[in-house]
């Protein structure tokens, strides 16, 4: 959904595509269980997708093992700096703020015999 949303470039390696769904099912006498497939994913356009392709990355990086056991992360990295040139380019709108609003009551002028004018 994030690629139909248009939110922004995926960013990783193809996924491995196995998505059909198993829920769940009454116990057994014995207190196992049988389960079988009963639901996949189909997109926006009404075909069954991902099972067996994935998902492809519009920016494939590899997880390089060395770079990982010095504690960083290529896929996340690479995403951060795409996701930070991207919003300079395109800076999200800044909203206007409103004035505070006045919660005090009006001074009502002083009129007629009980306002204290003598």
């Not at 769904?21 to 196992?32: E, R, T």
């Not at 996701?83 to 919660?103: A, I, V, W």
Request: proline share 13%; aromatic share 8%.
């Amino acid at each position: 959904m994030f690629r139909y949303g248009k939110l922004g470039p995926l960013v990783g390696k193809r996924t491995w595509g196995g998505l059909i769904g198993v829920s769940q099912y009454p116990a057994l006498m014995d207190g196992g269980n049988v389960t079988s497939p009963n639901f996949g994913f189909f997109s926006p356009e009404g075909q069954w997708d991902v099972e067996n392709h994935g998902v492809a990355p519009d920016v494939e990086v590899e997880m390089d093992p060395k770079l990982v056991g010095e504690g960083h992360d290529p896929q996340l990295e690479r995403a951060v700096a795409m996701t930070l040139q991207l919003l300079e380019k395109n800076p999200p709108p800044t909203p206007k703020r409103p004035e505070f609003p006045n919660y005090q009551r009006p001074a009502k002028p002083a009129t007629g015999a009980g306002s204290g004018g003598r």
